[in-house]
């Protein structure tokens, strides 16, 4: 049976449960390399400011190893956080037919991939755009140094059609790239024949004094300023100045604008702040509200799975242009809307014109759009190719 070696910085809960699966299958043999080593199933996450555990099993079901690191200053926020020195011989050791990599801005990461070039089939998972590319001297040294890095890669598991043309961009072949959506559990996020999450969000909604029969927006994620959160708000405000009955805002999340963030809001009886929820929660959150919001600006905005999350919960969305995911996922009048990430105006007279009746039909065309954005597609990709050697 083919063998594949991931190498990945620490568990993270949209790629553990693919990773499961491609265990479960049992058409290739899977062992995971995890170099960030100290922290396991625990994260710090530098803008939350706290370690984040994830309320999800992400080491059940597949084979893995956490390799030293050796790193004074470990992490994955800068190329010597992920210093490794038993990672090459320990891929030696499990004598894979191919090794999949999740970033290469790390010490150990590239060290391996030039080592393996050339004796095993290096692929390379990654979601990069050129969405916050601007042009100037030290774009065109990235770019340099990227074709070069790129050289090693023998295959690319791109996520849409932005990190395609990312990577043809950095001279990879149309023949070197495989399709592999960003995907989610779409399954955890569906309810069940009791409406469970339904149910759970109505009360959820009455506590919070939200009345369900008035259009309810909600927005998951970090409080930093590539989300935009404070740029919504103000569209928000904006539009509920003309609107009759006035919308709802839910605002899910913690992060460095966290304070500014409540000033601006203490008077605004239409909006509610909550505090980070975790993973087994999602499902009630998403469905607190009648639309999700992700109005980022990035830079990095790659993808955006809450998208992906919201969709499975049959609520359409609102995304900005520069969100990574709005050219795959969002039909514009069908399953949401995309805004110029730079305009107020076109944020605003969305947000002015949304209905409830509207708002549940686009809805449902969300959940039927999200199934084709799946783990099945993902592993079976990947499958199909090891399965060549």
Excluded at 140 to 164: E, N, P, Q, T, W
Excluded at 355 to 362: A, E, I, P, Q, Y
């Amino acid at each position: 049976m083919k063998k594949l070696a991931i190498v990945t910085t620490h568990p993270i809960q949209y790629n553990a449960p693919w990773f499961r699966l491609l265990a479960e299958r049992k058409k290739i043999k899977l062992k995971v390399f995890y170099t960030w080593s100290q922290t396991k199933e625990s994260v710090k996450d530098r803008t939350f400011g706290k370690d984040i555990i994830w309320d999800l099993p992400l080491l059940e079901g597949y084979k893995y190893t956490f390799v030293e690191n050796v790193s004074k200053n470990p992490g994955s926020h800068h190329f010597f956080g992920i210093d490794c020195p038993t990672l090459i011989s320990e891929i030696t050791d499990y004598q894979a037919d191919a090794i999949l990599f999740f970033g290469w801005k790390f010490k150990s990461h590239l060290k391996a991939m030039r080592h393996f070039s050339g004796k095993i089939p290096i692929w390379f998972r990654g979601d990069s755009t050129l969405l916050d590319e601007v042009s100037g001297f030290k774009s065109k040294i990235r770019r340099m140094v990227l074709k070069k890095v790129y050289r090693y890669v023998d295959k690319a598991f791109y996520v849409g059609k932005a990190s395609k043309a990312y990577f043809l961009k950095h001279h990879l072949k149309e023949g070197q790239l495989i399709y592999a959506p960003h995907a989610i559990d779409n399954n955890r996020f569906r309810d069940d024949d009791f409406k469970k999450y339904k149910l759970q969000a109505k009360k959820w909604q009455s506590e919070l004094r939200i009345d369900n029969t008035c259009v309810a927006i909600v927005f998951a994620g970090k409080f930093e300023s590539k989300k935009q959160p404070i740029f919504l708000i103000k569209a928000f405000m904006e539009a509920n100045k003309e609107r009759k009955n006035p919308l709802k805002l839910l605002m899910v999340g913690n992060g460095p604008q966290e304070a500014e963030i409540i000033h601006i809001i203490e008077s605004d009886v239409n909006i509610k702040l909550l505090p980070f929820q975790n993973q087994t929660q999602m499902p009630v959150v998403y469905r607190l509200g009648d639309v999700f919001c992700l109005p980022s600006k990035g830079p990095g905005e790659t993808w955006g799975l809450a998208v992906n999350e919201a969709m499975a919960c049959g609520n359409p969305v609102i995304v900005s242009s520069k969100v990574g995911c709005a050219e795959d996922l969002v039909r514009s009048g069908s399953n949401g809307y995309v805004f110029n990430y730079e305009s107020n105006q076109e944020l605003v007279s969305c947000l002015k014109s949304l209905s409830k009746d509207g708002l549940k039909n686009m809805g449902e065309q969300a959940t039927r759009d999200i199934q084709g954005y799946n783990f099945q597609i993902i592993v079976a990709a990947i499958e199909t190719e090891l399965l060549k050697l």
